[in-house]
């Protein structure tokens, strides 16, 4: 099993940029998929952004453009740059990561085996 710990979330203005970083504590070529997701107050949780092994990237429609995903297999990190960041991008994200093949359900949280904890983004208008 992976551990994942993410940081870099706090409050920023619409506009405004964040790098989210997320440290595995195993070796992630392991795990050919990790993904972002976000749950916001009372809202399902979503499937921001995943990367595959090859380096081939997905997103959301609703952040393609603003967020970029990227992973560092050496250095077992995945990150999320996130700009133009809106009030609407306002949730607890969560860094998480599959051992099987997704494809286009990449965006399902149930694909996922292994979860972080979260890190809080606030984007004030």
């Known amino acids: 099993q992976v551990q994942l710990v993410e940081s870099g979330g706090g409050s920023v203005q619409a506009g405004g940029s964040l790098r989210l970083s997320c440290a595995a504590s195993g070796n992630i070529n392991s795990r050919p998929w990790m993904g972002w997701f976000r749950q916001a107050p009372g809202k399902e949780r979503e499937g921001v952004a995943a990367v595959y092994t090859g380096g081939s990237s997905f997103y959301a429609d609703s952040v393609k453009g603003r967020f970029t995903i990227s992973r560092d297999n050496a250095q077992n990190m995945v990150y999320l740059q996130m700009n133009s960041l809106k009030p609407e991008d306002t949730a607890m994200y969560y860094c998480?990561?599959?051992?099987?093949?997704?494809?286009?359900?990449?965006?399902?949280?149930?694909?996922?085996?292994?979860w972080g904890p979260g890190t809080q983004v606030t984007v004030s208008s």
């Open positions: 998480a990561s599959s051992t099987r093949w997704l494809g286009s359900s990449w965006s399902r949280p149930y694909g996922y085996g292994d």
